[in-house]
């Protein structure tokens, strides 16, 4: 689903600027606003972007941060070289990530690179998570992972306010 003008501006208080080359909503926080969007292969300033799922939501953001300061990339590096069933599921979610973004455009300069580190480490846990929000449950095993340790980050409400562009308990300034 294409974003509206209403997601755009949820999108825009998400990340505090005006999002670039989003191609659609690609999930719905429970809260109903946008957490994940899809994202054009190349921006409208001509840059190649291989984040096809870019994760907006600063709630769930901020928490797969706390992940990623935790040493939970660096665990599920060790796992990837040492469990070929998990390679080989994660090579799987990396070949349905360069075949969502292909739908989008090719884009040369990115031909075979995906995101996050994939096929064979991780680089990035909000890129993976992006991923398993948009494509859903079983495609990106360590997205799924991540997903499964963030709990629920939408359970105190929305994380902005679209009309005012203010990120929840945010106080607007005098």
């Known amino acids: 689903m294409p974003l509206d003008a209403d997601d755009e501006r949820a999108v825009a208080a998400q990340l505090g600027r005006t999002p670039r080359g989003s191609a659609q909503v690609g999930h719905r926080c429970p809260c109903s606003l946008p957490d994940v969007v899809t994202t054009q292969p190349r921006l409208p300033d001509g840059t190649p972007f291989p984040t096809t799922f870019y994760l907006t ?21 060790e796992r990837l070289a040492s469990d070929p ?12 990530y360069l075949e969502a973004r292909s739908a989008l455009g090719e884009v040369p300069e990115i031909d075979g690179i995906s995101a996050g580190g994939m096929p064979d480490r991780v680089k990035c846990l909000h890129v993976l998570a992006g991923q398993s929000l948009a494509m859903g449950p079983g495609v990106n095993p360590l997205g799924d992972e991540v997903l499964a340790e963030l709990g629920e980050w939408w359970a105190s409400g929305a994380c902005v306010d679209p009309e005012t562009g203010l990120r929840s308990g945010a106080v607007e300034p005098t």
């Open 85 to 96: 069933e998990l390679a080989a599921a994660y090579a799987r979610a990396h070949e349905a």
């Open 57 to 77: 939501c600063p709630r769930a953001a901020a928490r797969i941060g706390t992940l990623e300061a935790s040493g939970l990339m660096k665990q599920m590096s």
